[in-house]
């Protein structure tokens, strides 16, 4: 039985700023709920293969949870940019931007006050999407240019999850936006992910120095890294000793019909098929998840209890000319859209 977060428990204000949480559905039963709070995806109930509904994404049940710990980016729209900036910087046109340093010396996920605790407006809500804008404005973060972003998230009756991006700047800058939900489609708080499968439609990936920084080389994939075909996560898990599991973006063909990943778990048969306009799919296994506080429902997190397919531009991008680029010009639209496509077998 579905078993919503409570609304009251989002209702606050923050500096005048109201924040919320919304719930959609499609005609299938499928719902979700969002906060107008880091443009958060809270909760998502989907069907197994007994046609019972489960909320498979990791969150908390209220505000101040989400307030409290910001370090996991459960379920948010990571901005202005997903993943790392090397030292900080980029330049555009000979001129260097320095960037908050959230990680060492370097910027990670836009910053402490990045897109993940802006309060969003909400534009537009009916009982299938919500649509939501943020005015990221000049030099916030480090960023040039004053940039409106819009997040759009839909339920279709096809058993999508659906989001949809748009920005526009009035100065050329930097963008690479993202999805972080950690999926468990077992249910959240119910073990961890590693008998889960995955495929990745990828040959190589971005390789990392060893604050994750790219390094600029693009490899292919080793036996461990290989995902082409699809295998438990555990198999190669404990080749990863640096990052103490998968923390890799691979360089995934986005140019076909074809999902550029497939997920699924052996117990609910819920399969996840991941469908996106970006060249990159971060897939990070969730080490080191917070533990102190308790998700949703009392259930208590740790490391591996949900996994992060996150379709991106590559990390470092704006110091790596040769990587796709990043870089949104003046009167220019950024637009970039995820599919999550829920079934189960
Ligand atoms: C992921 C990233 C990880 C880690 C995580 C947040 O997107 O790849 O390195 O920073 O977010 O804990």
């Given at each position: 039985?579905?078993?919503?977060?409570?609304?009251?428990?989002?209702?606050?204000?923050?500096?005048?700023?109201?924040?919320?949480?919304?719930?959609?559905?499609?005609?299938?039963?499928?719902?979700?709920?969002?906060?107008?709070?880091?443009?958060?995806?809270?909760?998502?109930?989907?069907?197994d293969r007994a046609g019972d509904l489960n909320d498979i994404v990791l969150g908390y049940d209220r505000i101040t949870d989400y307030l409290k710990t910001e370090n996991s980016y459960f379920g948010k729209t990571i901005?202005?940019?997903?993943?790392?900036?090397?030292?900080?910087?980029?330049?555009?046109?000979?001129?260097?931007?320095?960037?908050?340093?959230?990680?060492?010396?370097?910027?990670?996920?836009?910053?402490?006050?990045g897109f993940h605790t802006a309060i969003w407006k909400m534009l537009e809500i009916t009982d299938t999407y919500i649509k939501l804008k943020h005015l990221s404005i000049d030099g916030s973060s480090g960023y040039p240019g004053n940039l409106t972003t819009t997040v759009t998230y839909s339920l279709t009756n096809d058993d999508c999850?659906?989001?949809?991006?748009?920005?526009?700047?009035?100065?050329?800058?930097?963008?690479?936006?993202?999805?972080?939900?950690?999926?468990?489609?077992?249910?959240?708080?119910?073990?961890?992910?590693?008998?889960?499968?995955?495929q990745i439609l990828a040959d190589t990936y971005t390789a990392v120095?060893?604050?994750?920084?790219?390094?600029?080389?693009?490899?292919?994939?080793?036996?461990?890294?290989?995902?082409?075909?699809?295998?438990?996560?555990?198999?190669?898990?404990?080749?990863?000793?640096?990052?103490?599991?998968?923390?890799?973006?691979?360089?995934?063909?986005?140019?076909?019909?074809?999902?550029?990943?497939?997920?699924?778990?052996?117990?609910?048969?819920?399969?996840?098929?991941v469908y996106a306009t970006e060249p990159g799919l971060q897939f990070f296994t969730g080490q080191g998840i917070a533990s102190k506080i308790r998700g949703k429902q009392g259930t208590q997190y740790g490391d591996y209890s949900g996994l992060c397919l996150e379709p991106q531009h590559f990390p470092d991008s704006p110091n790596k000319p040769h990587f796709p680029s990043t870089l949104l010009l003046a009167g220019e639209v950024y637009q970039s859209q995820t599919i999550f496509k829920f079934s189960a077998k």
């Amino acid at each position: 039985m579905i078993k919503l977060v409570p609304t009251e428990n989002f209702t606050t204000s923050i500096n005048g700023e109201s924040i919320a949480i919304y719930t959609i559905k499609n005609q299938n039963g499928l719902v979700a709920q969002i906060t107008n709070y880091g443009a958060t995806l809270v909760s998502l109930w989907t069907p197994d293969r007994a046609g019972d509904l489960n909320d498979i994404v990791l969150g908390y049940d209220r505000i101040t949870d989400y307030l409290k710990t910001e370090n996991s980016y459960f379920g948010k729209t990571i901005g202005r940019f997903g993943n790392r900036i090397g030292n900080s910087q980029f330049s555009i046109n000979g001129k260097t931007y320095h960037l908050n340093k959230n990680e060492g010396d370097h910027h990670l996920h836009g910053g402490e006050t990045g897109f993940h605790t802006a309060i969003w407006k909400m534009l537009e809500i009916t009982d299938t999407y919500i649509k939501l804008k943020h005015l990221s404005i000049d030099g916030s973060s480090g960023y040039p240019g004053n940039l409106t972003t819009t997040v759009t998230y839909s339920l279709t009756n096809d058993d999508c999850l659906q989001i949809d991006y748009t920005a526009t700047t009035d100065t050329s800058t930097h963008i690479n936006l993202t999805h972080h939900s950690y999926f468990n489609l077992e249910g959240q708080g119910n073990g961890n992910i590693l008998d889960h499968s995955l495929q990745i439609l990828a040959d190589t990936y971005t390789a990392v120095d060893k604050d994750l920084i790219p390094t600029g080389e693009i490899n292919p994939v080793s036996e461990a890294l290989d995902f082409r075909e699809s295998k438990k996560i555990a198999t190669h898990l404990s080749a990863q000793q640096t990052t103490k599991g998968y923390d890799h973006n691979y360089v995934v063909f986005n140019d076909s019909e074809d999902p550029v990943a497939i997920l699924s778990a052996p117990q609910s048969g819920r399969v996840l098929k991941v469908y996106a306009t970006e060249p990159g799919l971060q897939f990070f296994t969730g080490q080191g998840i917070a533990s102190k506080i308790r998700g949703k429902q009392g259930t208590q997190y740790g490391d591996y209890s949900g996994l992060c397919l996150e379709p991106q531009h590559f990390p470092d991008s704006p110091n790596k000319p040769h990587f796709p680029s990043t870089l949104l010009l003046a009167g220019e639209v950024y637009q970039s859209q995820t599919i999550f496509k829920f079934s189960a077998k």
